[in-house]
């Protein structure tokens, strides 16, 4: 993330690196300076624990961006995204933690909006891709057929290097928290109260007992798996489908808010996401897997067992095996109404989701600090990659010549 920002940050940026250990800043800072860019030469170095509110306060008050990158965010991103939103400086992350964003909206939602603040958790391949590729799919049902979207149906496909020690770390963490396993668990847990009577009242749905159901509609998360004619694979669950659903479901709540809802007058806007495998036993592994890990994870200790067992934070898969991962997301969109066929969009990345975690995050932090105002999300508060960005990331994205949005199955 750091290398690519250096090397692709506009003349005259300057940018930082913080941590709590200068020297391993340092080596971080030395292996970038080899690319040769300008802007890496002169990387500045600061040094403050993701804990320390002190220094963290000193560290937001000295910059117009900041990035969340140390997890998992629930032990450590708190006081940095905290204080970057009520200091005015414009923050995004690459959480998948969906318990811990609800956590940030509580606290700053509001006051970012006062202070005009653009806070963007889930910037990374959590939740970029599924959020963005919505908002494409629901843009082009409009312009195919005049039309709202009711629903949007995702179907992933990975192939990537295997999971770094800290998204598994961030993981456990959760287990590990019964509350936030709970809140987690809610399809709606990052839809907050106050949100939820604006989206209700934005489409002229009774206000119902769960914020927000007016606006978006809720779908179990499933635990099996099923055959699917229109893209023509099993449809298995996943491990991502638990967070970029709730993001999803966030973005359509702010726009419903905000007066221009995904779906039609009266009607509830649906999300769900896959995996999708054309094999019958990668499906059935999927499935069965879910349900084993749940069942582990249920048992008195064995959360700190397998702490001790898996990848600690800090490691993760070799630069060998990230430069063969690639992924896409094919979107199934259902207009308002009746008398259309379903919309199917597709958005592909011909990099590894970490790699491609680096590149949506900094280009976010790029847009957030040389445009917040030009932004959708300008008026501030704790957003989505989609409602705060909308397509001005995704056309940055495609400039990079990774990333691609298309109609249709290519």
Request: aromatic letters at 6%; hydrophobic letters at 45%.
């Amino acid at each position: 993330m750091s290398k690519y920002l250096a090397e692709h940050v506009p003349a005259g940026t300057r940018i930082a690196l913080a941590g709590r250990s200068e020297p391993k800043l340092a080596e971080l800072r030395h292996s970038i300076t080899d690319s040769g860019s300008a802007v890496a030469r002169d990387i500045g170095i600061v040094v403050a624990d993701a804990l320390d509110e002190t220094k963290i306060g000193a560290l937001v008050r000295s910059t117009r961006v900041v990035i969340g990158a140390a997890g998992p965010f629930a032990k450590f991103g708190s006081p940095l995204a905290l204080a970057a939103a009520r200091s005015g400086t414009h923050y995004a992350d690459i959480t998948g933690e969906a318990a811990w964003v609800r956590s940030v909206i509580d606290e700053v939602h509001e006051e970012a909006k006062r202070t005009g603040t653009i806070v963007v958790p889930m910037s990374g391949f959590d939740s970029v891709p599924a959020d963005l590729g919505v908002a494409f799919a629901v843009r082009t049902v409009r312009e195919k057929t005049g039309k709202s979207t009711r629903a949007v149906r995702a179907y992933a496909k990975t192939r990537g290097a295997g999971m770094s020690g800290g998204t598994i770390a961030s993981g456990l963490n959760m287990a590990s928290d019964p509350a936030a396993s709970r809140l987690g668990a809610d399809p709606l847990c990052m839809i907050d109260e106050s949100l939820g009577a604006d989206a209700d009242s934005a489409v002229k749905a009774p206000v119902t007992a769960r914020p927000g159901s007016g606006a978006v509609a809720a779908m179990a998360d499933r635990w099996w798996f099923d055959w699917r004619d229109e893209v023509g694979a099993y449809a298995a669950p996943w491990p991502m489908e638990a967070v970029n659903t709730r993001c999803v479901r966030r973005s359509a709540a702010l726009a419903a808010a905000s007066g221009s809802p995904l779906s039609g007058p009266g009607e509830a806007f649906a999300y769900t996401e896959w995996l999708a495998t054309g094999r019958f036993q990668t499906a059935l592994s999927a499935s069965l897997g879910g349900v084993v890990l749940r069942t582990i994870m249920g048992i008195p200790g064995a959360v700190s067992l397998l702490s001790g067992m898996l990848p600690a934070p800090g490691s993760g898969p070799t630069d060998e095996a990230m430069a063969r991962g690639t992924f896409e997301y094919t979107f199934v969109a259902e207009p308002s109404g009746t008398g259309s066929e379903p919309v199917i969009t597709m958005m592909r990345g011909a990099m590894d989701p970490y790699v491609a975690t680096a590149v949506f995050v900094a280009q976010a932090a790029m847009l957030l600090a040389h445009k917040p105002a030009e932004l959708p999300g300008h008026a501030g508060g704790v957003l989505t990659p989609a409602f705060a960005f909308r397509r001005v990331l995704q056309e940055r994205l495609e400039e990079t010549g990774h990333f691609s949005f298309t109609v249709g199955r290519e």
